[in-house]
């Protein structure tokens, strides 16, 4: 099946139907250098991820590749979303609203993270484009050379579908800033958030050109680390600080994302051809867990990603019947 073909699939299965500026974190605490990282298993190569590509601005399709079957993740190895059914409480009063302090924080839990493996790395999503019906989708994503690789997708109310995905492999599962990374490649990117960020831009291509270019880019390159990507868990704190020191980054307070779950909305806003763009990262403000991104178009939702689960798993690939 072709990645035309696996879009088709994905599309068939949809049923048709402020900003208040808080101060920042203290910069020398957003970009301090992470914690050591906890090793649970011996590491095997993780695996790509593949994304959604309607809403987002061209200098973020160029970060994420815009490979069609949509894959999600949580942040990195072995950390495991809220469940959908389960939507994540208020947090204490005494937590950070601003948008440093939330990023700080998501920085400090993903860094204290075990680093795990697996033969797969699974993740489910939920996607929507404005109020259309959800589509969910899991996928198990080879980690190893020579494992096939698969997705399920099912409408709201339907049942699981699967459709394999040829041609995805653990050499090209993963993409980011708009090319497949080894795992290597991904394993190696600085813990350090300033190497990180130069180490991200000699990627940039100069998408779009504006003068704000760079730091969209960023953005959404950040996103993809502590969203879609099995990184290991300073490489993820290391996105999340990075993050957290660019200019332009706000806080919305709380909001929900399109499951119901509280969080704290981290948003970048950009002049489009047709108005005002934003992107954003939805964390809970508990436990510093990425639980969705949005596009924002004019004020209203545009397209929505929200995060439903990642972990690592060992073969073979189920069949779709034993999905719940």
Known sequence: MSHRDTLRALTEARPTGLDPVTPPADPALIMAYPQEETVTRTARRPVGRLVLAAGLPAVALAVTGAILLNNGSGTGPAVVQPPASAPVSSAPAELPTDAGGVLLLAAQHSESAPATAGDYWVIRRGHGEGDRPAVEDEQWLAALPGLPSSGYFRGEGGSWTAHPMLGHTAANNFLLAGQPRTVAELAALPTDPAQLRRKLLTWYDGTDGEAEGGDVYLFHAGMGLVLDLPTPPRVRGAAYRMLAALPGMKSLGPVTDQRGRAGI?????????????????????????????????????????????????????????TLS
Do not use: M, Y
């Open 265 to 321: 909305a981290i948003a970048l806003t950009r002049q489009g051809d047709f108005g005002k763009s934003q992107a954003r990262l939805i964390v809970d403000r508990a436990s510093g867990l990425a639980l969705a991104s949005e596009s924002w178009v004019g004020g209203r939702v545009s397209s929505w990603t929200t995060l439903l689960g990642t972990r690592w798993a060992d073969g073979p690939l189920p069949d779709a019947s």
